[in-house]
């Protein structure tokens, strides 16, 4: 009976934690995204900006101010900064959002014992509030109000 409780309990850790690292890698890449299109448009604007201007008229210098602009618009740097900024930050906010089944699953996994048993009822718990109060609504304001 011992090594089927053990078995549950690693169980329920290891979906826990599957459940987590999926949650932040998918808003890490979605986030990535977002945040790789708004650094895009933000060093376009910049660039569009420090360009569109000349001290007087000169199509020597218009041609070169055309040529650098092109060049500073085609980096790579911004979109890829964007992506690496984009991904750590929504992982991490995941991560933050997830602290309570992340403990619970790193008890249910790492405890002996009593430890690992509160941590896979606990996580058991927590999916049933979240199921209840994200599925069904219960305890959640609603959007009509």
Same mark, same amino acid.
């Given at each position: 009976m011992k090594t089927l409780a053990k078995i549950a309990c690693r169980t329920a850790g290891i979906a826990g934690m599957s459940a987590?690292?999926?949650d932040a890698w998918s808003v890490g890449k979605e986030n990535s995204r977002k945040i790789s299109q708004l650094e895009t448009a +933000?060093?376009? /604007?910049?660039?569009?900006? !420090?360009t569109r201007t000349l001290s007087f008229e000169n199509p020597t210098k218009n041609m070169i101010q055309e040529k650098v602009k092109d060049?500073?618009?085609?980096s790579p740097i911004?979109?890829?900064?964007?992506?690496?900024?984009?991904?750590?930050?929504?992982?991490?906010?995941?991560?933050? +959002?997830?602290? /309570?089944?992340?403990?619970? !699953?790193?008890?249910?996994?790492?405890?002996?014992?009593?430890?690992a048993k509160l941590g896979a009822w606990g996580l058991a718990g927590y999916g049933v509030y979240t199921i209840m109060k994200e599925g069904f609504g219960f305890g959640k304001p609603s959007p009509m109000d």
């Amino acid at each position: 009976m011992k090594t089927l409780a053990k078995i549950a309990c690693r169980t329920a850790g290891i979906a826990g934690m599957s459940a987590i690292v999926y949650d932040a890698w998918s808003v890490g890449k979605e986030n990535s995204r977002k945040i790789s299109q708004l650094e895009t448009a +933000d060093h376009f /604007i910049r660039v569009h900006d !420090s360009t569109r201007t000349l001290s007087f008229e000169n199509p020597t210098k218009n041609m070169i101010q055309e040529k650098v602009k092109d060049f500073r618009m085609d980096s790579p740097i911004f979109p890829v900064w964007g992506k690496i900024k984009g991904f750590v930050h929504g992982t991490l906010e995941s991560l933050a +959002d997830n602290i /309570i089944p992340a403990v619970l !699953s790193s008890f249910a996994l790492a405890g002996k014992g009593f430890a690992a048993k509160l941590g896979a009822w606990g996580l058991a718990g927590y999916g049933v509030y979240t199921i209840m109060k994200e599925g069904f609504g219960f305890g959640k304001p609603s959007p009509m109000d």
